[in-house]
């Protein structure tokens, strides 16, 4: 079966993934990671569900049987929402945790607050999503932000261009001072946290998921007794075969 020395396996449409890696090594560094993005395949978040689910059911599938994982951690919001159920449903004893947008964490601080949630297409219009979205959109005001483009050129190597400020202007400029918290549903975004947060101004909090998504992967590896001691690990795959694309990775990881 499973055993301590496993990896983790952590899977993205690409180089986002890396802000919920982040957080798994600050909270368990013994670990061994095996982070793949899918970047042949990026972005997920313009493409219809069914696409989605045959991408990430396949990586799934590729991790558990090249590499011996004790667990996957589905660092995709698009992905966990297209197909974290019928991952469950194909391997369930395996440990499997996804990431949703932190709307709850948002309505926590800000009881009938003013809420923004910045994620894919494909998050914003899935089921999952709306379940969420009805939980809360009664006490406080929500307002679906999807960035179409964005991804794009954060895996582009412009997260800190520019052409990206010019582009969260453009789709944050009307935003800006109304929101008392801007939810990061899109693992790529923290990587452009700063800018946002330029954008937005200081009323404005940012959540993510990253690091709940840590503590739960560490809390169901710990109920199952497979956290590990020792020398921690970390490789880094990606679908593209292109060294631009681990070179950017690496840097990201920090
Ligand atoms: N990083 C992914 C997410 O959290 C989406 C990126 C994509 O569109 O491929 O939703």
Do not use: W
């Not at 937005?200 to 990253?210: A, M």
Request: glycine share 10%.
């Amino acid at each position: 079966m499973y055993a301590k020395d496993d990896y983790i396996a952590v899977f993205d449409s690409g180089v986002g993934g890396i802000s919920v890696l982040r957080q798994l090594r600050k909270l368990m560094p013994d670990e061994k990671f095996i982070y793949f993005g899918d970047t042949a395949n990026a972005p997920y978040g313009s493409r219809p569900t069914s696409e989605v689910r045959t991408l990430t059911l396949a990586a799934a599938q590729m991790l558990r049987e090249k590499y011996p994982v004790k667990a996957l951690v589905v660092a995709c919001n698009t992905a966990t929402a297209a197909a974290i159920e019928t991952l469950r449903v194909a391997y369930p004893d395996f440990i499997v945790i996804g990431i949703e947008p932190a709307l709850k964490l948002a309505a926590d601080h800000f009881p009938g607050g003013r809420i923004g949630v910045m994620a894919t297409q494909v998050t914003l219009r899935e089921e999952k999503f709306d379940h969420l979205l009805h939980r809360f959109d009664r006490e406080c005001t929500v307002a679906k932000i999807p960035a179409p483009g964005l991804v794009e050129l954060i895996e582009g190597g412009k997260g800190d261009s520019p052409e990206c400020e010019v582009f969260l202007r453009e789709l944050l400029g009307p935003y800006a001072g109304r929101l008392d918290a801007l939810v990061l549903g899109c693992t790529h975004y923290p990587f452009v946290q700063r800018t946002i947060a330029k954008v937005l101004g200081p009323e404005t909090i940012l959540l993510h998921g990253g690091a709940g998504t840590a503590r739960e992967t560490k809390r169901r590896l710990e109920k199952a007794g497979l956290l590990r001691t020792g020398q921690g690990e970390v490789i880094l795959l990606e679908s593209q075969g292109n060294p631009a694309k681990l070179e950017l990775a690496r840097r990201l990881l920090g």
